[in-house]
């Protein structure tokens, strides 16, 4: 079985501030490693994912994430926010079974 | 393309009465798994359908039963509700034993 733990479950920052949100994982094989994006009242949309290869990943809208295996850690990364990016964020897992096991959610608040 | 679409948006049950939630996946999807968000939680497996049956299931009791038509359209139902049911369901499409999942935007169902 896999675990997922997003070690903040909120995050105030201001507009053009960068912010870190973290990530940690727990599987006894190896995973597939995603972060979702959850706007008010809205579904979950894919920010990006790791499957294999670089593990600096590029998603949309600005968004990147570093796979550390080690440290067993997939930790999402934006430069520069804007209040459009107020939202949930949620880490997810996924092995051969192709289900996504999700973390409690991080809320991140934009302050102009 | 309509993406997943979910019907009702929202809905109001009365405790022990019966729901059935519906979901019609992305186009070229044949692979449908639905997920309950309470909360302030993130999303759990609750059962994934391809070629009509159930593939793999969650740890939900056996009042969460769900149902894939031809068309790769689905139903989940939920017997005997409970307080403790009300939460976002979410239905998820992808291609058979892809990792992108693509989300609806859910059911909101409150029960009372």
């Known amino acids: 079985a896999q675990s997922v733990t997003q070690l903040d479950s909120q995050v105030p920052v201001f507009e053009e501030a960068p912010v870190e949100l973290r990530c940690n994982y727990s599987s006894s094989v190896s995973v597939y490693l995603f972060w979702y994006v959850q706007y008010p009242n809205q579904g979950l949309q894919l920010l990006l994912k790791y499957l294999s290869g670089s593990t600096l990943v590029k998603g949309i809208n600005g968004f990147e994430a570093e796979f550390n295996k080690s440290q067993t850690s997939f930790h999402l990364r934006k430069p520069s926010v804007h209040i459009s990016d107020t939202a949930e964020y949620f880490c997810a897992v996924m092995a051969n079974d192709y289900k996504l096991s999700f973390g409690a959610g991080t809320t991140v608040t934009v302050r102009a | 393309d309509a993406g997943v679409t979910q019907s009702p948006t929202h809905l109001i049950k009365t405790r022990g009465q019966q729901v059935t939630l519906r979901c019609s996946p992305k186009?070229?999807?044949?692979?449908v798994s639905w997920y309950q968000q309470a909360l302030g939680q993130g999303p759990q497996f609750i059962f994934q359908?391809?070629?009509?049956?159930?593939?793999q299931r969650g740890n939900f009791p056996d009042r969460f039963s769900g149902h894939q038509f031809p068309n790769y359209s689905s139903e989940l139902n939920v017997n005997a509700l409970l307080l403790g049911d009300s939460a976002l369901y979410l239905c998820?499409?992808?291609?058979?034993?892809?990792?992108?999942?693509?989300f609806g935007q859910g059911t909101r169902l409150t029960v009372v």
């Open positions: 186009s070229g999807h044949d692979t």
């Open positions: 359908y391809y070629e009509e049956e159930e593939r």
């Open positions: 998820a499409s992808s291609s058979d034993r892809n990792t992108e999942a693509f």
